[in-house]
């Protein structure tokens, strides 16, 4: 090779060493400082429990502090909003669950785009919603239910929590899915469905079941079935819906939660995170601390929660419309 062109190589080289070297010096190393978890739920609540499990784990992979901060509002706006308007830097992160893909498609307008201005990091958390009836009721399996209820159109009652939570629209999506005429009946809570349930008010309500299993355990509710994929470890003799075939052979609801920075985050540092939360969840005493809750730790990554919220959001907005719920 002729000497002047060696010596412009060795010169390109050098000088693209040096600005990689000038631009590793200009971004500051992750983490510099404590990081904050934005939960949209207050404090106490699974969402909460859970996001503190693994903050702990995490500031202790990360070396830096770990803060919670609950900012509950409707849709989880106040939470939302306060996350995507954060520096991009990786040490604002937000809470987001399946109620996160409800509110998307719910809300006619919202403050931010879940898909457009977050970047997913990793799944925490899934766990199972029931439909559950008084131990005294007349039915005894989800077969019963569903027999009663075509043979008396409009006279079956499912209570659920607010109007737009994931358990509404799971009995929404339950009944279209079933083929039945049913009336669904949305109480301020699950508190006040488990009473109007005992009490005979409505025929049957829609939950999640953690907050069901102390009354199943004590024999004042009866669980027909779980509507996720498989039965649930806590109720290993209750049936998953699907389990009653025909056109519910496929049904699958289950709620879960995860964590995502805002959007233009670098993507070495989402990747960080994503790895660092993984290995949290998958620790055994934090899969304990979810079980507790009733709750199944399993990790993800930024992609598969991408596709899993991306997904929601287009089943819910199906379900929306087909309900005739008005969008908020």
């Known amino acids: 090779m002729p000497t ?37 739920n207050a404090a106490g609540g699974g969402a909460d429990l859970t996001a503190r499990a693994v903050g702990q784990k995490l500031a202790g992979a990360l070396g830096q502090p770990v803060v919670i ?8 706006v106040v939470a939302g909003e306060q996350v995507a308007r954060a520096e991009a830097d990786g040490h604002t992160l937000l809470l987001i669950s399946s109620g996160t893909a409800v509110s998307a498609a719910l809300f006619a307008r919202q403050p931010f785009d879940a898909l457009a201005d977050f970047a997913p990091v990793s799944m925490l958390a899934h766990f199972d919603l029931a439909i559950a009836v008084s131990a005294t009721s007349r039915f005894k399996t989800l077969a019963e239910l569903l027999a009663w ?29 079933a083929g ?8 301020n809570g699950t508190p006040p469905v488990i009473t109007a349930v005992r ?23 009866r669980a027909l079935a779980v509507m996720g994929p498989a039965r649930a470890p806590e109720l290993p003799q ?31 540092i989402v990747e960080r995170l994503s790895r660092e939360v993984q290995q949290a969840v998958a620790l055994p005493e934090v899969r304990q601390q979810l079980q507790a809750l009733n709750l199944t730790a399993q990790g993800s990554s930024p992609q598969q929660l991408r596709e899993r919220l991306a997904g929601d959001i287009r089943r819910w907005s199906e379900v929306i419309a087909a309900a005739k719920i008005p969008r908020l």
């Open 4 to 40: 002047k062109r060696r010596f412009l190589l060795n010169l390109a080289s050098l000088a693209a060493a040096g600005g990689a070297a000038r631009l590793a010096q200009a971004q500051p190393a992750f983490p510099s400082r404590p990081l904050r978890i934005v939960v949209p």
């Open 199 to 221: 009490g005979g008010e409505i025929d049957a309500m829609v939950d999640i079941l953690g907050p069901l299993m102390s009354n199943i355990q004590g024999n004042a509710l």
């Open 238 to 268: 209750v049936p998953t819906v699907r389990e009653s075939g025909g056109s519910l052979k496929d049904f699958d609801v289950s709620s879960w939660n995860g964590l995502a920075v805002p959007a233009k985050t670098p993507p070495a």
């Open 180 to 187: 039945i005429d049913a009336q669904t009946v949305p109480f």
């Open 69 to 76: 901060e609950n900012k509950p509002s409707a849709g989880g």
């Open 149 to 177: 209820a075509r043979a008396n159109p409009g006279k079956l009652n499912i209570g659920t929590p607010q109007i737009g939570t994931t358990q509404h629209l799971a009995a929404e999506l339950f009944k279209l899915r």
